[in-house]
């Protein structure tokens, strides 16, 4: 399967999702605006269409539907427009703001970047909406951890990272992630012994 062809797969199963919560159509073509816009520099940018970063976008949007129940469009479209890892893929805020509005570029720019300077804190004092896009995010990047080319420090600083900072934020947010953080935590920290 092309780029192309798991890109709309990948499209066509966050709208069987979003229609599943009972999204509006309209809401449903937004999403689907937002996912568009979040895959253009993936689909310019990467050969291989099964790099662990191409549907990064869509898995984002499918853990917040999945795991949290969230229906909210803002939420949605900002869980597939951030990028805490890789600064060429992030969209910038003013083809956000034109595609989507203010509300959704806004949204985006709060979510705090992974490795920043009082991460615990920002995630911490954030409203819920900005925590759980956050938490998404971040959650289906550290799911793909073991398949990057990044090296053995990149991913035991992810690790670090994922146990110092986000599982306790997800452990005081959402149950569902909460189990999910766990759970990967636990799984990696056994791959890293291995490594």
Do not use: K, N
């Not at 895959?39 to 949007?61: K, N, Y």
């Not at 969209?91 to 920043?116: F, H, K, M």
């Amino acid at each position: 399967m092309g780029g192309a062809d798991r890109g709309a797969a990948m499209a066509a199963s966050i709208a069987r999702a979003a229609r599943s919560m009972r999204m509006s159509e309209a809401d449903i073509r937004g999403l689907s605006r937002a996912h568009a816009l979040a895959m253009e520099r993936r689909v310019a940018t990467l050969d291989d269409d099964h790099h662990p970063l191409f549907l990064h976008p869509g898995r984002s949007v499918l853990i917040l539907i999945r795991d949290v129940g969230c229906a909210d469009l803002r939420m949605l479209a900002a869980a597939s427009l951030v990028e805490s890892e890789d600064a060429e893929f992030r969209t910038a805020a003013a083809a956000i703001r034109a595609s989507l509005g203010d509300e959704v570029a806004e949204l985006v720019g709060s979510v705090p970047l992974a490795r920043t300077e009082s991460l615990a804190e920002a995630l911490v004092t954030a409203p819920d909406p900005v925590r759980l896009v956050a938490l998404a995010e971040r959650l289906d990047h550290l799911r793909h951890a073991h398949l990057r080319d990044a090296g053995r420090e990149w991913r035991a600083l992810a690790h670090a990272e994922a146990e110092a900072v986000y599982l306790p934020v997800a452990m005081r947010t959402h149950p569902r992630l909460s189990d999910r953080y766990q759970h990967w935590c636990q799984a990696f920290a056994r791959r890293l012994e291995r490594d």
